[in-house]
């Protein structure tokens, strides 16, 4: 029994080295290479002779029109590699499918060109480490404008983000729905530097992109508003005003005590007319009205007496 089992171990890891080691000649050696087993490269011509649709619609690829790298003769053969065997048996087991290959073996073949620019930090991103792959989003044959594998870029990202789709339908919220941004306006689904695949060095430094009045320089700032937006906003959409994190009131005061001024919406209520109540005050602005009323450069003041945020 132990013995059977350290036999087929022992085949398992000899196909393994096989796999391994075929896969490094490809890396190594380009689209040149002849593999071991003697299946050498065909060219593109052959496989057009039988995959028609894949053929014609590619010559409208951007990988196709990016001229050199894909001639007639190594197109095809770049990413599903040395086809000359399959050309022959007609049989799918003899080449690379990236649809069918697991998301790091896909990844690995796509890395080989593209492992910069917005796409240098995918290695250790959250999409690379929940195991999406490139053609989770992308599809060679059958993709949309950046071949993406949805005509609509939102779409792509909702395939599994339907938390935030049903942010998008709350009464405050940024116009993604309405197509004045999109989800990459604000994020790089394959790797950031910033936390939450945000697409800048920092959350205030994306927001201040299309909000750069709120940037200041402000004679009195906001601590809070300097720190971080999120402070006080949520990013894609809300039940309270403005992208309101919670209703202004109980904003203010998750932070400012309503003790004394300004007060909590209660300070004029019953308990304060309670004999030996501390929190007794006069609570006029708590009451009936919203801090902003007073508080209404709540962002940073420029006034010579605004270090309050009144004017
Ligand atoms: C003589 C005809 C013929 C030639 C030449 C040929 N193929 Fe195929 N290929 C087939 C057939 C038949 C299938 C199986 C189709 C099916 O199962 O629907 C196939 C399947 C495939 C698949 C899908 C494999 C899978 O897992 O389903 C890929 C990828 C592929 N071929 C790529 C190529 C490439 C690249 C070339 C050129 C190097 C090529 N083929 C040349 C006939 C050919
Ligand atoms: C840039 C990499 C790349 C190149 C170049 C490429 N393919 Fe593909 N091919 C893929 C990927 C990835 C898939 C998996 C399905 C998808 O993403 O569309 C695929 C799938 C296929 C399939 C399976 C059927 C399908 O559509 O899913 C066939 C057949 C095929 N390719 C043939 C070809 C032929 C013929 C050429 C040359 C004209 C070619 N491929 C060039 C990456 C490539
Ligand atoms: C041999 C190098 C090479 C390989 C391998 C390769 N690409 Fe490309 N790819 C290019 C070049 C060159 C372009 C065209 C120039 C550009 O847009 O960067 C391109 C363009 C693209 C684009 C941009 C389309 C657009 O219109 O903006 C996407 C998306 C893409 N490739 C995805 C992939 C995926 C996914 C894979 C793996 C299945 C892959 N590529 C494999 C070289 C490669
Ligand atoms: C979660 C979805 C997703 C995954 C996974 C993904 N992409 Fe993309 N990719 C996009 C979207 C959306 C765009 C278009 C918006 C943009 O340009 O940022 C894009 C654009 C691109 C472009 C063209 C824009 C440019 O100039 O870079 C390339 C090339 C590309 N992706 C390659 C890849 C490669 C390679 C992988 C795998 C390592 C990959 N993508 C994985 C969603 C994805
Ligand atoms: C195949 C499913 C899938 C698709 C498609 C997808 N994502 Fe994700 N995304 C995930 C998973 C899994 C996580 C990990 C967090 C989690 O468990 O929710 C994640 C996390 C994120 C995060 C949070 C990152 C962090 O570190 O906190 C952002 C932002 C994100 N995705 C944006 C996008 C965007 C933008 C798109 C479309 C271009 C997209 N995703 C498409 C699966 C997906
Ligand atoms: C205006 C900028 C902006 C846009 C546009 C945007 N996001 Fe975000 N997103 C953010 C910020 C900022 C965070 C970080 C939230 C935090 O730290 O709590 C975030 C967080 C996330 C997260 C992780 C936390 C969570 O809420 O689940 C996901 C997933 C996500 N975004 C997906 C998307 C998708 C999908 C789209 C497109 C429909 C999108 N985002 C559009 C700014 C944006
Ligand atoms: C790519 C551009 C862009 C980025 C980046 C961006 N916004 Fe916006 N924001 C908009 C647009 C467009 C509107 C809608 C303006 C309008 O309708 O007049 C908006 C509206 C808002 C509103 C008002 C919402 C309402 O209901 O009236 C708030 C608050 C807001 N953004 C906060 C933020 C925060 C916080 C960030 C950073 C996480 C951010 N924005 C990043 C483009 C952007
Ligand atoms: C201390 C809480 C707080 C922080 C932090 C904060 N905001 Fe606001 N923001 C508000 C409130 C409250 C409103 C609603 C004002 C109103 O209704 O008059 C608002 C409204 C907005 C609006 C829409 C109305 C307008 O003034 O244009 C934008 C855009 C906005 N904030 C962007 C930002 C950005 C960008 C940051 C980060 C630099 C930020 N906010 C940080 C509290 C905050
Ligand atoms: C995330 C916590 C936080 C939130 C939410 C917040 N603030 Fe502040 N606020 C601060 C901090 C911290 C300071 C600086 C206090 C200091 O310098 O002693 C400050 C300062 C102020 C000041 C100036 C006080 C002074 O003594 O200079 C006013 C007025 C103020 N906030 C009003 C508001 C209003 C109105 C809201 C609701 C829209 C609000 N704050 C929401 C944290 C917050
Ligand atoms: C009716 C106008 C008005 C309303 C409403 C109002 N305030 Fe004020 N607030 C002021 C004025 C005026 C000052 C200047 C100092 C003073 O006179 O007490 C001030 C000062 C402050 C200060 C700094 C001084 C201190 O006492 O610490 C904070 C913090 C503050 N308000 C927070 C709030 C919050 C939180 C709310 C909502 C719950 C609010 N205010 C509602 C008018 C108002």
């Given at each position: 029994m132990n013995g059977r089992m350290s036999f087929f171990r022992v085949i398992v890891e000899a196909a393994a080295i096989c796999l391994l080691a075929a896969s490094v000649?490809?890396?190594?050696?380009?689209?040149?290479?002849?593999?071991?087993?003697g299946n050498g490269y065909a060219g593109s011509k052959v496989c057009a002779g039988c995959h028609k649709y894949e053929?014609?619609?590619?010559q409208t690829n951007p990988h196709m029109q990016a001229g050199k790298l894909f001639t007639e003769f190594e197109g095809c053969e770049t990413c599903h590699g040395p086809g000359a065997l399959h050309a022959e048996t007609q049989n799918p087991a003899d080449i690379r499918d990236p649809g069918k290959m697991e998301p790091a073996a896909v990844n690995a073949i796509c890395l080989g060109c593209?492992?910069?620019?917005?796409q240098a930090l995918w290695m250790g991103s959250t999409h690379e480490t929940r195991s999406l792959a490139c053609t989770t989003c992308h599809s060679i044959h059958h993709g949309y404008k950046h071949l993406l594998v949805k005509?609509?870029?939102?779409?792509?990202?909702?395939?599994?983000?339907?938390?935030v789709r049903a942010q998008l339908w709350r009464q405050s919220h940024h116009p993604i729905r309405e197509g004045k941004l999109t989800c990459t306006s604000c994020h790089n689904p394959h790797g950031t530097i910033a936390p939450h695949l945000i697409d800048a060095l920092t959350v205030n430094d994306k927001c201040f992109q299309c909000h750069p009045e709120k940037r200041g320089p402000y004679l009195f700032e906001h601590k809070p508003v300097?720190?971080?937006?999120?402070?006080?906003?949520?990013p894609h959409g809300s039940n309270h005003n403005k992208l309101l994190a919670r209703k202004s009131l109980y904003l203010c005061q998750s932070c400012h005590s309503g003790e004394f001024h300004p007060g909590t919406m209660y300070a004029m209520g019953a308990s304060s007319n309670v004999p030996g109540n501390p929190f007794v005050s006069l609570g006029v602005q708590g009451v009936y009205r919203d801090c902003l009323n007073c508080h209404a450069n709540i962002h940073g003041s420029n006034s010579p007496s605004g270090q309050y945020f009144l004017r």
């Open positions: 000649v490809y890396a190594e050696d380009g689209v040149t290479a002849k593999v071991p087993d053929a014609v619609s590619f593209h492992d910069r620019g917005k005509e609509d870029e939102k779409d792509v990202c909702f395939q599994c983000h339907q938390d300097v720190e971080n937006c999120l402070n006080c906003h949520t």
